[in-house]
């Protein structure tokens, strides 16, 4: 594709249910992160994917987020179990071979 | 010690003045380094991209890269209202993009 697209735009779900947020990389790129950004506040890094493998998993805040990665393009981030601290906007980007990362346009969630 | 650190801010320069943001990071063995912008509500864009040693310059924009010392830094020349953002770092470390706290920077009238 043209961009990093990301689904929904925006999620409102009630406290303690489970969301799936999705993100389509720009296609060839191999790298894909995940990031979430609260209110006011810098970029958290979640995880990172290199191909579908993820070698990096440190910055996930509690076993009740995941992430995969498939045919080396979509990527979901899973949240079980939503918390109202979970509210924030989280972000993808992705890139080739340590070059430039670009992002998609984010998926504000609001838990309620 | 965070693994990228920006001068914290804000910054507030008037237009057409340069504005000056700093940024270093802990992985010596670091080999790609990013400006990115952010409008607030926005998702960051990137602006420059420095891999060598030098300067690089694009339009308005010059990165300066210091592999020895640590640093990367990003001039803003002529600065415009439309300049006012959130200006972030960001280190390829171990493979993993790892970002700086954030500049904001507010251009006045």
């Known amino acids: 594709g043209a961009g990093v697209s990301q689904s929904p735009s925006n999620k409102v779900t009630e406290k303690g249910k489970d969301v799936e947020l999705r993100c389509d990389p720009i296609s060839g790129h191999t790298a894909l992160y995940w990031y979430r950004q609260s209110l006011g506040q810098g970029l958290e890094f979640l995880i990172y994917?290199?191909?579908?493998?993820?070698?990096?998993k440190s910055g996930l805040p509690s076993d009740r987020f995941s992430a995969e990665r498939t045919g080396g393009s979509v990527s979901t981030l899973t949240i079980q179990r939503t918390q109202q601290e979970d509210s924030a906007v989280y972000l993808c980007?992705?890139?080739?071979?340590?070059?430039?990362?670009?992002f998609g346009q984010g998926t504000r969630l609001t838990v309620v | 010690q965070k693994e990228v650190e920006q001068n914290s801010g804000p910054l507030s320069v008037p237009e057409g003045a340069i504005a000056s943001l700093n940024c270093t990071y802990s992985d010596r063995g670091s080999q790609s380094f990013f400006w990115y912008r952010q409008y607030s509500g926005k998702s960051p864009e990137l602006i420059m991209s420095i891999y060598s040693n030098g300067d690089k310059e694009d339009g308005r924009f010059t990165a300066q890269l210091n592999k020895a010392s640590q640093y990367v830094s990003l001039l803003i020349r002529d600065s415009q209202p439309s300049d006012s953002a959130t200006y972030l770092c960001?280190?390829?470390?171990?493979?993993?993009?790892?970002f700086g706290a954030g500049t904001t920077v507010t251009v006045r009238a």
């Open positions: 994917f290199q191909g579908n493998s993820a070698p990096d």
């Open positions: 960001a280190v390829i470390m171990a493979y993993k993009l790892s």
């Open positions: 980007a992705s890139s080739f071979n340590l070059r430039e990362a670009f």
